[in-house]
């Protein structure tokens, strides 16, 4: 980690983002397939290659379908992947899940805490689509193991969420949240004052934001130095 201490997390979804990622500066990786909304998990032999590219840490989605719940087949299915990615070498998971009332679902997400002892875990951008997200972050915060919570304010990305997320941010809140989905370079410094210290990159980083270039260097370098100015007020 820099000395700024943020964390930045990089998506990445195949080998050859991991380069851009690692040399540029980030912190962490998050494996994901591209696809609708936030994308879909990887094969276990992927989160493997990946694994064995860097020594970043590296968190996994957990998604099988493009909706913010799960069926008992898919959840079996769910917890078998997470327990090969685990074994496959990632640090962690990320996943999230809501109820047919549109709030955290906490006992589908406790159930399968529960079968990943030990293993930290970042709650998805399923909380911009909740009911009340202030209810929402009541309930994440019971939950063990949580080491972030990846949010843009809406479920419009960060360029309708940006200022409705910022006035959400409390000292407990502060630690875990993560902006990502439309992080643009002018939100940093006014997240950084607020005492965010997690952001996540993924079409800010590719050349013309495209999901089939790869993860640049020099993109992910211009965030680190952006970051880590900010952060220590140069």
């Given at each position: ?12 979804s195949?080998p ?26 990887p ?13 970043l840490?590296v ?134 004052k ?41």
């Amino acid at each position: 980690m820099s000395a700024s201490g943020v964390v930045l997390e990089v998506s990445v979804s195949e080998p050859r983002d991991v380069a851009g990622a690692a040399e540029g500066g980030a912190d962490r990786l998050h494996v994901v397939v591209p696809g609708p909304t936030c994308g879909l998990s990887p094969e276990p032999a992927l989160v493997s290659t990946i694994g064995r590219e860097s020594e970043l840490p590296v968190f996994v989605l957990l998604r099988l379908n493009d909706t913010w719940s799960t069926t008992g087949g898919e959840f079996a299915r769910l917890i078998g992947l997470a327990e090969d990615y685990v074994a496959s070498g990632a640090t962690g998971v990320a996943f999230g899940f809501l109820d047919g009332d549109l709030e955290i679902d906490t006992e589908t997400c406790s159930m399968l805490l529960g079968r990943l002892p030990n293993v930290p875990w970042t709650f998805t951008r399923a909380i911009d689509s909740s009911l009340d997200p202030r209810r929402s972050w009541r309930r994440l915060l019971d939950l063990p193991r949580l080491v972030a919570v990846r949010s843009a304010g809406s479920p419009q990305g960060m360029a309708v969420g940006y200022d409705d997320l910022l006035a959400s941010v409390t000292p407990a809140i502060a630690p875990l949240l993560m902006p990502g989905g439309g992080l643009a370079a002018e939100h940093v410094p006014w997240l950084l004052k607020a005492g965010v210290r997690q952001l996540h990159l993924g079409a800010q980083v590719r050349p013309g934001g495209s999901a089939k270039a790869y993860v640049d260097a020099t993109y992910v370098r211009s965030w680190r130095t952006l970051v880590d100015d900010q952060s220590l007020g140069r």
